[in-house]
T-cell receptor, first 112, second 114 residues
Framework: QKEVEQDPGPLSVPEGAIVSLNCTYS??????FMWYRQYSRKGPELLMY????GNKEDGRFTAQVDKSSKYISLFIRDSQPSDSATYLCAMTGNTGGFKTIFGAGTRLFVKA | GAVVSQHPSRVICKSGTSVKIECRSLDFQATTMFWYRQFPKQSLMLMATSNEGSKATYEQGVEKDKFLINHASLTLSTLTVTSAHPEDSSFYIC??????????FGSGTRLTVV
């Protein structure tokens, strides 16, 4: 079993839709949870991060962490064509020197 | 904000030659840099951790003699793919850790070996 599971998609939605992206994980030592956005042929850029459980909102983006279920989510409201990218979840914790594990990434297409 | 500049963005080389990829931290000092490899539709795979002034730490299965890493200063880390083969064709990305949960990534290098 992979430490972090993420559906690679692709996920195609119409403009204005609410998008839900998810990851599950197996290591209960993970404490920090991040979401990165990667445009084609570019390096990833950090979108949001959360510590432990709970929600965090930043504009149209909301990150949720449910440690009891080992499940994290990223919601995008009022999705735009410019949101089309690959979204990678990542997590780290006191596991072998805070090594960060990335999900495979979900490819999102927002159609105008 | 903290920026990592990675060059070249794209390189095509002949099989058997060596290619050097550079990553520079532009407005901060990076004592540690990370090198990743990414195949199409797959996640980032950590290859090695580069520490300024010391030997790099390689992940299991990564050939040290093939992927040479040098981190001679606090602002520059290089990855050299030696005797490149077509199976080395991939997207290589460097990153530097900013804090516990934040990394800043380079823009990546698309290597094609023909």
């Amino acid at each position: 079993q992979k430490e972090v599971e993420q559906d690679p998609g692709p996920l195609s939605v119409p403009e204005g839709a609410i998008v839900s992206l998810n990851c599950t994980y197996s290591n209960s030592a993970f404490q920090y949870f991040m979401w990165y956005r990667q445009y084609s042929r570019k390096g990833p850029e950090l979108l949001m991060y959360t510590y432990s459980s709970g929600n965090k909102e930043d504009g149209r983006f909301t990150a949720q962490v449910d440690k009891s279920s080992k499940y994290i989510s990223l919601f995008i409201r009022d999705s735009q064509p410019s949101d089309s990218a690959t979204y990678l979840c990542a997590m780290t914790g006191n596991t072998g020197g805070f090594k960060t594990i990335f999900g495979a990434g979900t490819r999102l297409f927002v159609k105008a | 904000g903290a920026v990592v500049s990675q060059h070249p963005s794209r390189v095509i080389c002949k099989s058997g030659t060596s290619v050097k990829i550079e990553c520079r931290s532009l407005d901060f000092q990076a004592t540690t840099m990370f090198w990743y490899r990414q195949f199409p539709k797959q996640s980032l795979m950590l290859m090695a951790t580069s520490n300024e002034g010391s030997k790099a730490t390689y992940e299991q299965g990564v050939e040290k003699d093939k992927f040479l890493i040098n981190h001679a200063s606090l602002t520059l880390s290089t990855l050299t793919v030696t005797s490149a083969h077509p199976e080395d064709s991939s997207f290589y990305i460097c990153s530097a850790r900013l804090d516990t949960y934040g990394y800043t990534f380079g823009s990546g290098t698309r290597l094609t070996v023909v």
